[in-house]
């Protein structure tokens, strides 16, 4: 596998990416989500700095994959605002004031994300190659030979170099789930979103999906925003760990200091059931 990827690290361990320097990327400010009288999300604060890998863990329905949904835009909060790269995702500023976000500015403010899904959600019609440069073409306007090098820099990042002409039901799941981050990553998004991306494969494919998004996580600058069960993965690759409860961050730190002296009960509580 090589290790050019969406922005490549140079030689003295600075960032290549001049928008990657540790200022604030992403910013929940009081934000609250209910599902009829269900409040999953409860005012809640917390900001990821550029460049940082950042695991959401939590008992199931703490609220970890609606913060990804509103980050893609595919619920709206009911209260407070969500800020990405310095832009209000849920709003825009029109004379002076704050406004519901349009259709316009979302889609703007929503390029600098990927996300990658549980279930692969690849076009089935589409070959591997094709899937990997759909969205470069059509919604970046980048040119067709340009976005097919892209995407063959990509598919030799995630192993998958010989599969580029085969269509997604030709490929195991986890090479499916390989050619969503490459997919995702075409897009050079400054921030890559994972939903408990190997929840749905068979278990011996997970290694090797886990080893490509390490591989990512270590040789590339992108911020990583992740929810996952697999706690030596987040372990591996986390900066900061959030831990959620009934909607809030109830405790928060290095994997070191969560993992091994985790100070609240009920991450205690969690991590003994999980790990
Ligand atoms: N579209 C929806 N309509 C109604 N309730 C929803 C909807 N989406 C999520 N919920 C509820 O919101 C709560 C939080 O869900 P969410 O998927 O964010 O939790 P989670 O922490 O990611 O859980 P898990 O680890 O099981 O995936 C759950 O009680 C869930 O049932």
Known sequence: MSADSNHPKDHAGE????????????????????FGTNTVLDSLDFTVSSGKHVTLIGPS?????????????LLKPDEG??????????????????????????????????????????????KVLRNITEAPVHVLGMEKDAAEERAR??????????????????????????????RALAMRPQVLLLDEVTSALDPELVAGVLDVLRDIAHTTDI?????????????????????????RVI???????????????RTREFLSAVL
């Open 15 to 34: 960032t290549a990416n001049p928008a990657v320097d540790g200022t604030e990327l992403i910013r929940f400010d009081h934000v609250t989500k209910r």
């Open 61 to 73: 329905g703490s609220g970890k994959t609606t913060i990804l949904r509103l980050l893609m835009t």
């Open 81 to 126: 605002t969500i800020k990405v790269g310095g832009e209000y995702l849920t709003h825009e500023e029109k004379g002076g004031k704050l406004v519901p976000a349009g259709e316009k500015h979302i889609r703007e403010v929503r390029k600098n994300i990927g996300m990658v899904f549980q279930q692969f959600n690849l076009f089935p019609n589409m």
């Open 153 to 182: 820099e990509l598919l030799d990042l995630v192993g998958l170099t010989e599969h580029l002409d085969k269509y997604p039901t030709q490929l195991s799941g986890g090479q499916q789930q390989r050619v969503a981050i490459a």
């Open 223 to 247: 911020t990583m925003l992740c929810v996952t069960h697999e706690m030596n993965f987040a372990r591996d690759i986390s900066d900061d760990v959030l831990m959620f409860d009934a909607g």
């Open 251 to 265: 405790e928060s730190g290095s994997p070191e200091k969560i993992f091994t002296e985790p100070e609240h009960e």
